[in-house]
């Protein structure tokens, strides 16, 4: 019989309204031990995903460190083994941000839906001192040129990958070791840089919306961003398609194909076939670029398109 156990963090008084929405997508499943206690909280305190959120919305101006219980996670929580967002927090986001509000943070990350507690002003929410931080956050995301410590971080993170040891070589201490190392010495960094560039990316999508909106050509938003490219979470579907119209366009890989999925990975690398070759060789750069991404992504103990391809 599979052993059972349950994790979960504490609700907050100060910020009590937690929510599923975004964060459902990338945690859809309860919480597996190992993620928990790597990622949110353990014995020894609060862990690298946690305190990275911090460090974000810190960086981002809206938060100082006081604000925030040092025992107990308060932006990401596991409740009944699911993970939660704090929604109280970014709704004093919105009412401290210039041009924005609590019900702005509500429609982009509720939308419509029935049942959402309507937003009540705390005595401590309002700050003019976290606006005008928030406010030269925003005016330098309008008008920096480029984002030359993303483009570092990136580098760094295809090094790691690029030295990555053989796991399957190792024993299963070391790989703790190796994870733990990783989470200490660099997860936390990373991962406030990217709850902080994302967050950034929605102040000219938003200034963009507003302004199709007041001209009464809302759906023009989508049309005006669509010709930028680079988007740096799209490139994934990109290559995928790009595979794909490689495998449509070949005979060869296609009767591959045909045969089913089961068997379908060791068939292709099996083939002596030419085409099926070079596709497979396309295939596996693709898993050294994408290869940590999948579904339940977030979740540690869930197979990645490289593990179980």
């Known amino acids: 019989m599979a052993e059972e156990y349950f994790v979960g963090t504490k609700t907050s008084d100060r910020y009590p309204i937690w929510t599923r929405a975004n964060v459902g997508e990338v945690f859809p499943d309860p919480v597996a031990l190992a993620t928990f206690d790597f990622a949110f909280q353990n014995e020894s305190g ?4 946690e ?7 810190i960086r981002i101006g809206a938060f100082e460190e006081s604000e925030f219980d040092p025992d107990n996670p308060v932006f990401l929580g596991v409740f009944g083994g699911y993970t ?3 929604a109280s927090l970014m709704r004093i986001f919105g009412e401290r941000a210039p041009g924005l509000s609590a019900q702005d943070i509500d429609e982009a990350f509720f939308g419509v839906q029935p049942g959402i507690p309507p937003y009540e002003q ?8 976290a606006e005008a931080r928030i406010g030269e956050v925003f005016l330098w995301a309008l008008t920096t040129p480029d984002l030359p410590d993303v483009l ?10 690029a030295n990555r040891p053989d796991f399957d070589a190792m024993g299963d201490h070391e790989i703790v070791d190796w994870i733990e190392d990783f989470f200490n010495e660099g997860f936390r960094e990373l991962f406030a840089q990217h709850i902080f560039i994302s967050f950034l990316t929605t ?5 963009v919306s507003a302004v199709c909106e007041a001209v009464g050509r809302p759906t023009d938003a989508m049309k005006i961003m669509a010709g930028l490219g680079d988007v740096e979470s799209a490139a994934p579907s990109m290559a995928m398609w790009d595979l794909g119209r490689i495998a449509a366009s070949s005979s060869s890989v296609n009767s591959v194909f045909e045969i089913g999925i089961e068997g379908l990975n060791k068939r292709l690398r099996d083939s ?4 099926v070759q070079d596709f497979v060789s396309q295939f596996d750069e693709f898993l050294e670029s994408y290869g940590s991404r999948g579904p339940n992504e977030w979740e540690m103990s869930c197979p990645t398109w490289e593990t179980n391809p």
Do not use: C, K, T, W
């Open 203 to 207: 102040v000219p999508m938003g200034i």
């Open 84 to 86: 939660y967002l704090n």
């Open 272 to 275: 002596a076939e030419s085409e």
């Open 51 to 57: 305190l990275g959120f911090r460090d974000a919305y």
């Open 46 to 49: 609060l862990q690298m995903s």
């Open 122 to 129: 705390h005595h401590d929410d309002p700050s003019p001192e």
């Open 152 to 161: 570092e971080q990136e580098e760094r993170v295809n090094a790691l990958r």
